[in-house]
């Protein structure tokens, strides 16, 4: 599995919700897919021999865990965005604002789905 595609309903909602240029949803809504960064961005595992300080030592993550961890990301922040539009439901737009949770709620749950096909990576 190389990336995580959403359908345009998804992706408009994510360009709704997103929280700026560091949210996993505007990455997301800017190019359509959930996909690995660039090589040399590469996080590393976290291990007991470098005190868990992955980012600066021990082994880089493989394909499967890098975008499961990425896809993990995208499920927490997907999650959050959905609780603020059922907390929104009873302002403004009420309808609008349960269809966006709904659809929320879809973007986390194929991420879950991603990280499990990915074997919990």
Known sequence: MQSIEFDPDELDVAAQWHGGQ?????????????????ERCRP????????????LRGARMTDAQWLAYLAGKLASEASE?????RKRCDEDQPGEMAEHAMVLDGI????LEAIERLGGA
């Open 22 to 38: 560091a949210s996993m949803m505007y990455a997301v809504a800017s190019t359509g897919a959930l996909r690995r960064g660039v």
């Open 44 to 55: 590393r595992v976290d291990c007991d021999a470098c005190g868990g300080r992955g980012w």
């Open 81 to 85: 965005c959905a609780e603020d539009a």
């Open 108 to 111: 986390a749950a194929k991420c």
